[in-house]
Nanobody, 124 residues
Framework: QVQLVESGGGLVQAGGSLRLSCAAS????????MGWFRQAPGKEREFVAA????????YYGDSMKGRFTISRDNAVNTVYLQMNNLKPEDTAVYYC?????????????????WGQGTQVTVSS
């Protein structure tokens, strides 16, 4: 089992920044690809970003490219999501997830463990 706990969400004005963190515990963190997804009310869950086990490869959803940066620190079992130039449409619950597989990084079916989510609200 892998336990994931997100933090860093909150209320921010449009154009502002937030940094989300996801602390992992349980099994060896570096064995897992890590991802961030989000879900807004009434919408399907959406891929945000993912990072390979050693942090060499990163992947982003189209609307996040150039604004969001995913990173990880395997020494402290944590993955981060730096979000800049936030827009009201970024408002959602953001979830951290861990994947054992090497399938599509943007598919939530590939992820085995999920955090409880952290709310991000961007005001206009």
């Amino acid at each position: 089992q892998v336990q994931l706990v997100e933090s860093g969400g909150g209320l921010v004005q449009a154009g502002g920044s937030l940094r989300l963190s996801c602390a992992a515990s349980g099994r060896t963190f570096s064995n897992y690809r890590m991802g961030w997804f989000r879900q807004a009310p009434g919408k399907e869950r959406e891929f945000v970003a993912a990072i390979s086990r050693r942090g060499v490869m990163t992947y982003y959803g189209d609307s996040m490219k150039g604004r969001f940066t995913i990173s990880r620190d395997n020494a402290v079992n944590t993955v981060y999501l730096q979000m800049n130039n936030l827009k009201p449409e970024d408002t959602a619950v953001y979830y951290c997830a861990a994947s054992w597989s090497s399938g599509s990084p943007g598919s939530d079916d590939e992820y085995d463990y999920w955090g409880q989510g952290t709310q991000v609200t961007v005001s206009s």
